[in-house]
């Protein structure tokens, strides 16, 4: 149906950047929006930023003005800008495509299989 896959993480130094792809394949116009997650060990994985089919986008207060979701739709792939990186961004991060198929609406359904982002001097 839709399948996720994430890459662009990776090592970085405090203040530096990244950059995290999201390719959807499958079912893609079933996709009512994309959301970024990040679980780092010991602690809930947390909603980072989301952008709807419309191009709406939302972000946590703890990575706004740093981060910023676009999409390529060309491409398929929905990217996370990651400016400004530190330490407490360390982290596994997801992506995950909200899903509405006629009455039924699929938030924790579709995964990709994560992508590590360690900020560390």
């Known amino acids: 149906q839709v399948q996720l896959v994430e890459s662009g993480g990776g090592l970085v130094q405090p203040g530096g950047s990244l950059r995290l792809s999201c390719a959807a394949s499958g079912s893609i116009f079933s996709i009512n929006s994309v959301g970024w997650y990040r679980q780092a060990p010991g602690k809930q994985r947390e909603l980072v930023a989301s952008i709807t089919s419309g191009g709406s986008t939302n972000y946590a207060d703890s990575v706004k003005g740093r981060f910023t979701i676009s999409r390529d739709n060309a491409k398929n792939t929905v990217y996370l800008q990651m400016n400004s990186l530190k330490p407490g961004d360390t982290a596994e991060y997801y992506c995950?495509?909200?899903?509405?198929?006629?009455?039924?609406?699929?938030?924790?359904?579709?995964w990709g299989q994560g992508t590590q982002v360690t900020v560390s001097s």
């Open positions: 995950n495509a909200a899903i509405k198929r006629g009455s039924s609406y699929y938030y924790n359904t579709y």
